[in-house]
């Protein structure tokens, strides 16, 4: 099973900064098939970025991924209201799957 | 309209079991690998079980393998999640999740409650 460490685990900003989460993995995630989700309190999770750095369709570009084989990173440039959230990254590279512990990224 | 329903949650004691169930429409489902992830309560988000388009594939967490068992039906459009040895660390709300590359469509989530 792939272990996904996310740092930091709470991040606080404010709007208009720009947002660095990294995703480090045990091993290498084979194809890059690393995701990013965003979660707000009492929603489920939804998909920004699958593989690494493609961002889905309606995800504004000021998120963005980056990163292959271990270490991977989320990039949000410019902090909007609606972005403070909790990130997760997760792999799909091998059949059990694996989120990281999920970063918060709060206010200041 | 994409719809994932679950439902099947509650309340069970320790060691009891239940079943939930995953309702879906808008999409062929018998083209689509499904998920169960799960939340406990202010915690993360965990990977339960998955399956192949046909059944013929299924992968567990470590923390349910032997436990929980996945399963569809893909004439009835339906995804299900049997739970047994049921513990107070499975309490949580459990998502069908679709799986297209990434987990890109989510139920709303049924919640479990294991306590006596």
């Known amino acids: 099973e792939i272990e996904l460490t996310q740092s930091p685990g709470t991040l606080s900003l404010s709007p208009g900064e720009r947002a660095t989460i990294s995703c480090r993995a045990s091993q290498s995630v084979r194809n890059n098939y690393l995701a990013w989700y965003q979660q707000k309190p009492g929603q489920a999770p939804k998909v920004l970025i699958f593989?690494?750095?493609t961002r889905l369709t309606g995800i504004p570009d000021r998120f963005s991924g980056s990163g292959s084989g271990t270490d991977f990173t989320l990039t949000i440039s410019r902090l909007e209201p609606e972005d403070f959230a909790v990130y997760y990254c997760?792999?799909?590279?091998?059949?059990?799957?694996?989120f990281g512990q999920g970063t918060k990224l709060e206010i200041k | 309209e994409v719809q994932l329903v679950e439902s099947g949650g509650g309340l069970v004691q320790p060691g009891g079991s239940l079943r939930l169930s995953c309702t879906v429409s808008g999409f062929t489902f018998s083209t689509y690998w499904m998920n169960w992830v799960r939340q406990a309560p202010g915690k993360g988000l965990e990977w339960v079980a998955n399956?192949?388009?046909?059944?013929?594939?299924?992968y567990y967490a470590d923390s349910v393998k032997g436990q929980f068992t996945i399963s569809r039906d893909n004439a009835k459009n339906s995804l299900s999640l049997q739970m047994n040895s049921l513990r107070a660390e499975d309490t949580a709300v459990y998502y069908c999740?679709?799986?297209?590359?990434?987990?890109?469509?989510w139920g709303q989530g049924t919640t479990v409650i294991v306590s006596s």
């Open positions: 399956i192949k388009t046909d059944g013929s594939e299924k």
């Open positions: 997760q792999q799909s590279g091998s059949p059990l799957y694996t």
């Open positions: 999740v679709r799986w297209n590359y990434a987990m890109d469509v």
């Open positions: 593989p690494a750095s």
